[in-house]
């Protein structure tokens, strides 16, 4: 009989725990290579692994168990701690994490874990420090501008920052440079047609491109704009709750910001959007609301492009 194996992941070590006979049974192995082996013993033919998506720490064994064919489950780490919430547990340690995550797998329905090339597995990474780059600078600039303005920089610390700020904005376009040069390699057809799309530019088509591995990750257009988090939440009950709808922002952040500001120059270049724009201000929605709907509306014309292979046509029905 199948069993599913719930897998608590850290730097170091792993914690195990599955029910078998009746009985949770607990072990805990090094994440290291040797004791993937290991733990390989324990698993049958027809068993579930389910783990987080714990920052990188789940990628070897992951990438291992599937190398040798196990079925695997990485889950979203708020969906397990909701699970958790729900079953009102209150103890946090890896070996109760290790059976929550096991619980929660013999319950729900598991969708079998796929890795990312390792192109896009590279610029994952190097995207990330692109953005750390990013915050540097605004940080280092913002401090020099605070130092300038109480009148008394030193001149030595003033040429440190100014030195350290052209390290990092080199550094960014060094790496940007690449980003583009990997993804075109990887999605470059992909990219072109849904930069046809009035309003996306070069690095919203890239990372559209990535998260949703060329579009093959997605059967539909809803299912995107939920990872995204661009889904409308209504707070409403009974008759006298009935509080402002928000987007759910439980998805991707950095793509969110690229499509809502993909969506100012959209609202004028766009033929649906302007139109959009157009009826929605027209009934007094307000600015950042209309501009959400803009970039929803764009991910869904993106999702078409990119879905089926077509360009964008301005007079399409």
Known sequence: MSKVIGIDISKQTFDVSFLEENKWKHQVFENQ?????????????????????????????????????????????????????????????????ARTIAEYGARYDLKQWQ??????????????????????IHQDKGQLESFESSGSLDKLLEKEIKKNIAHCEKSKIKLEFEIEKLAKEEYGA???????????????????SLITD??????????????????????????????KGHICKMGKSQVRKLLYVCSFSAKFWNKTCREMYARLNEVGKPERVIKIAIANKLL?????????GRIYEKEYC
Not at 190 to 208: C, D, H
Not at 220 to 238: E, T
């Open 33 to 97: 290579k040797k004791d993937f082996v290991r733990f390989m013993k324990l698993v049958k033919a027809d068993d579930w692994v389910v783990m987080e998506a714990s920052g990188s720490y789940y990628l070897p064994i992951a990438d291992f168990l599937h190398s040798k064919g196990v079925k695997v489950c990485v889950e979203n780490p708020l969906v397990i701690k909701r699970y958790s919430q729900t079953m009102l547990y209150r103890a946090k340690t890896d070996k109760k994490d």
């Open 190 to 208: 992909t990219m072109e047609k849904l930069e046809t799309i009035p309003g996306i530019g070069r690095k919203t088509s890239i990372m559209l």
């Open 115 to 136: 890795p990312e090339s390792k192109t896009a597995l590279k610029i994952r990474q190097l995207y990330t420090r692109v953005q750390m780059l990013g915050k540097q």
């Open 300 to 308: 869904k014309q993106a999702f078409a492009i990119g879905k089926y």
């Open 214 to 243: 060329n579009f093959k990750k997605f059967e539909s257009s809803k299912q995107l704009i939920a990872y995204i988090g661009f889904s409308p939440r209504i707070y409403q009950s009974g008759t006298s709750v009935k509080g």
